[in-house]
């Protein structure tokens, strides 16, 4: 390994999260106006990643008034504040230009389901995993409804030592 390489993998970020072409991305910039510093946020699709280090970037591609709008953010930037996974796509390539040239519905991707373990903490993960059957309780009393909850399990009469006749 290179010493320059070397240096490079030392001070590589690490606060991105592990995203893909296909993926909506909000990509959270600094940006500067005059000497006033805001955030702006540019949510898109990711076409393409780059690999290569330091000079490591990706292009993300957004509708903005029906016009087409691609800005390629470089990865190391201190520019780029954060960036949040909104939704998985499922393609079958690295460079997906082909999104240029369509419109409407038949722009969009199909989502695929991935492990997003490394997303989200441990907590966050049992919060959303208990709090689904509180949710769907709370849902039915706002209707009106009864949850059907199933009955627990019957002792055998066996167990107990008596027989049925």
């Given at each position: 390994?290179?010493?320059?390489?070397?240096?490079?993998?030392?001070?590589?970020?690490?606060?991105?999260?592990?995203?893909?072409?296909?993926?909506?991305?909000?990509?959270?910039?600094?940006?500067?106006?005059?000497?006033?510093?805001?955030?702006?946020?540019?949510?898109?699709?990711?076409?393409?990643?780059?690999?290569?280090?330091?000079?490591?970037?990706?292009?993300?591609?957004?509708?903005?008034?029906?016009?087409?709008?691609?800005?390629?953010?470089?990865?190391?930037?201190?520019?780029?504040?954060?960036?949040?996974?909104?939704?998985?796509?499922?393609v079958r390539r690295s460079r997906i230009y082909y999104l240029r040239e369509l419109r409407g519905k038949k722009a969009r991707l199909?989502?695929?389901?991935?492990?997003?373990?490394?997303?989200?903490?441990?907590?966050?993960?049992?919060?959303?995993?208990?709090?689904?059957?509180?949710?769907?309780?709370?849902?039915?009393?706002?209707?009106?409804?009864?949850?059907?909850?199933?009955?627990?399990?019957?002792?055998?009469?066996?167990?107990?030592?008596?027989?049925?006749?």
């Amino acid at each position: 390994m290179h010493s320059v390489d070397m240096i490079e993998h030392k001070s590589r970020r690490r606060d991105l999260p592990p995203f893909r072409t296909g993926d909506t991305v909000r990509v959270h910039v600094k940006i500067r106006e005059g000497e006033k510093e805001r955030t702006q946020v540019f949510e898109g699709v990711v076409l393409r990643r780059r690999k290569g280090g330091a000079s490591a970037s990706f292009t993300v591609r957004k509708i903005s008034y029906g016009v087409g709008v691609e800005r390629i953010f470089p990865i190391e930037s201190p520019s780029v504040e954060k960036v949040e996974i909104k939704s998985r796509g499922h393609v079958r390539r690295s460079r997906i230009y082909y999104l240029r040239e369509l419109r409407g519905k038949k722009a969009r991707l199909r989502s695929k389901l991935r492990d997003l373990s490394g997303l989200i903490s441990e907590e966050e993960a049992e919060a959303q995993a208990g709090g689904t059957a509180a949710a769907a309780e709370e849902a039915a009393a706002a209707k009106g409804e009864e949850l059907e909850v199933a009955p627990p399990e019957a002792e055998s009469t066996e167990e107990k030592g008596e027989t049925k006749e």
